[in-house]
């Protein structure tokens, strides 16, 4: 048994009350439970949440609520904790659950189909623990980043690093893209996923998306980029 679950917390300060920001006519929310109603290796949906207004859209879908414990509300959690609970939660009550597809609440970037390569991926690879989406890096190469200290930039790390100018020579990097973290349930429990994914299990399978198509919404900014992956705006939703 294949489910989804969507992590959304109530409480978010970047954009008050983000998971349920109005975005083309739905609560944000409702994007990453109707992908993964659309997905069609997908048994059950679930949304892991501390808030009224997001349980109602959960609802109102067709969807169940996970309501997160006390300990687990508020913006200072671990998030890998949340997922833990979600996890446990649901193999407590169903346990023909083998693989969890992990949403996050705050993105419309993903859809079914996406939901569907990543369980067709893990299904077929018994070698593999967890699929991830992810983008690749180019000026925002980490042997590029910086940090500011005592007033000045400098170097992220090793200050005394020499770095190219040219990205093309360095070796190839990839962030996670906000779309999908699809994993066997029993990796929550051995924490051996690469940092900070822990609950992902040791072998990870990348799938490389168009970074523009991996995007959370954090910003008004974020939100246009959004609005235009929803319109379908030339090339933005190519894998």
Request: glycine share 6%; aromatic share 6%; charged share 10%.
């Given at each position: 048994m294949n489910v989804a679950i969507v992590t959304a917390r109530a409480g978010s300060k970047s954009i008050l009350d983000k998971n349920v920001f109005v975005v083309r006519g739905k609560p944000l929310v409702a994007y990453p439970l109707q992908a993964a109603l659309d997905a069609k290796r997908v048994s059950r949906v679930f949304c892991s949440t501390d808030g009224e207004s997001i349980a109602r859209v959960t609802e109102e879908l067709g969807c169940e609520v996970i309501w997160r414990p006390e300990e687990l509300c508020g913006d200072h959690v671990n998030h890998g904790d949340v997922i833990k609970h979600a996890t446990e939660w649901v193999d407590a009550r169903y346990p023909e659950l083998?693989?969890?597809?992990?949403?996050?609440?705050?993105?419309?970037m993903v859809d079914g189909a996406l939901i569907d390569a990543s369980l067709e991926i893990l299904g077929g690879r018994a070698d593999l623990d967890s699929v991830m989406s992810v983008w690749e890096a180019a000026d925002d190469h980490p042997l590029r980043s910086l940090q500011i200290k005592d007033g000045l930039v400098k170097p992220y790390g090793d200050e005394n690093r020499q770095v190219s100018t040219e990205r093309q020579s360095y070796p190839k990097a990839y962030y996670y893209d906000q779309g999908v973290w699809t994993f066997r349930k029993g990796c929550v429990q051995r924490r051996e996923g690469p940092n900070p994914w822990w609950w992902m299990g040791r072998n990870v399978?990348?799938?490389?998306?168009?970074w523009v198509t991996g995007r959370d919404i954090h910003t008004k900014l974020d939100i246009a980029f959004s609005e235009a992956w929803l319109e379908g705006y030339p090339g933005i939703r190519e894998l």
């Open positions: 083998e693989n969890v597809v992990l949403l996050l609440g705050n993105t419309v399978f990348p799938i490389v998306r168009n």
